[in-house]
């Protein structure tokens, strides 16, 4: 094993492309509990970039290493006296976060330490690709859909930004459950790939009035429950959509992106609409689930989504490969509307680095 390894670490935080560098860094050593993996591929999510341009709902310790959600790799060692994996296993490393809970490793490096209770295996037929995407975005469907919300077959379900990763994943999943959705999409041209998706109801803001439609489609039993990623003025009418009684639950904030003011991050929801409808608009974040489940909980949840991917209830796209020299190009790509692929950093298993 090599004693240093390549590792994206930001000085401070600013824009991405300005802080970040590639450095050497020492290969670190697995304690009791903990278990060295040898990263094969982690993705790059918006998140990633809003935690180092200070805008996310935590801020690291600086320098540190990029990448803080989730990653694929191999047991390369063990800590002392720890059981129940082995070395060599293919993992999923879930590095997300916990708040309130300790900081763990970036991903954006060739080595890292994780407590073992973050670690999923994987089966061999499922891609790298599909598995260091695995415990955030489809994560985050089934939580919405299932334990948040818990919506029933036959209700419906109101969603923004139907477009998004957690969208498509969203409408997957509601049509394995016989749920029925309602998707709001901002363009046109988007409303036909919704619905070969499976969408049943599609609703376009572009040329569209959304509370309007929503009553047009539900009738007078109307929806009760919504899932929101845009916040501002969308979520607003989401809520002033539903019916009496209505509950949204916002996981993320589109129409404020690369926004870092604080008080622009904001939703003019109706005082009549929730006082005298008694609605409920409500926040959910994935790093305050985990600083708030228990890991075993946490790992029987993900064992679910894996088995939801594996057997192709959940599509994951083949995300965008890029070798972590690149990353000026790689977070480019990720800034670019619209971009298709998720963009992923690997790590080749050959790479001759010994320096022993």
Not at 145 to 172: F, H, K, N
Not at 300 to 321: F, H, K, N, W, Y
Request: charge should be negative; glycine fraction near 8%; charged fraction near 20%.
């Amino acid at each position: 094993m090599p004693h240093s390894m390549r590792a994206l670490v930001a000085g401070g935080p600013g824009e991405p492309n300005d802080v970040l560098r590639l450095e050497s860094r020492p290969v670190p050593t697995a304690e009791a509990g903990q278990a060295l993996i040898r990263v094969k591929a982690t993705p790059i999510h918006a998140s990633d970039l809003h935690v180092l341009r200070g805008r996310y709902g935590f801020s690291p310790e600086f320098p540190t290493v990029g990448g803080y959600m989730e990653c694929v790799g191999h047991i390369e060692a063990l800590g002392p006296d720890t059981e129940g994996l082995k070395i060599g296993e293919r993992v999923v490393a879930v590095t997300v976060p916990a708040v309130p809970g300790p900081p763990v490793a970036g991903t954006w490096q060739e080595y890292l330490v994780t407590d073992t209770r973050r670690l999923l295996p994987v089966p061999d037929h499922l891609s790298d690709s599909s598995a260091c995407q695995l415990a955030v975005n489809p994560l985050t469907a089934l939580l919405l859909v299932t334990r948040e919300l818990d919506v029933r077959p036959g209700e419906w379900l109101l969603q923004t930004a139907a477009g998004s990763t957690v969208g498509r994943l969203v409408i997957q999943l509601a049509r394995h459950l016989g749920i029925r959705t309602i998707n709001v999409v901002r363009r046109r041209d988007a409303v036909a790939e919704i619905k070969a998706l499976g969408g049943d109801e599609v609703i376009c803001t572009e040329d569209e009035d959304l509370p309007q439609r929503v009553r047009d489609i539900a009738g007078p039993a109307g929806v009760r429950k919504a899932v929101d990623c845009v916040a501002g003025h969308v979520a607003a009418q989401v809520s002033q959509a539903l019916a009496p009684g209505g509950e949204t639950v916002i996981y993320g904030a589109l129409s404020t992106h690369r926004q870092t003011a604080p008080a622009a991050l904001t939703i003019p929801l109706s005082a009549r609409s929730v006082i005298y409808e008694t609605k409920v608009v409500r926040g959910f974040w994935l790093n305050r689930w985990f600083g708030t489940t228990s890991p075993t909980d946490a790992l029987r949840t993900l064992s679910e989504v894996r088995t939801l991917v594996a057997d192709e209830v959940l599509t994951i796209p083949q995300g965008r490969p890029f070798p972590l020299e690149r990353f000026t190009e790689a977070i480019a790509y990720a800034e670019t509307p619209a971009h298709g692929a998720k963009p992923l950093f690997v790590f080749e298993e050959d790479r001759e680095k010994d320096d022993e």
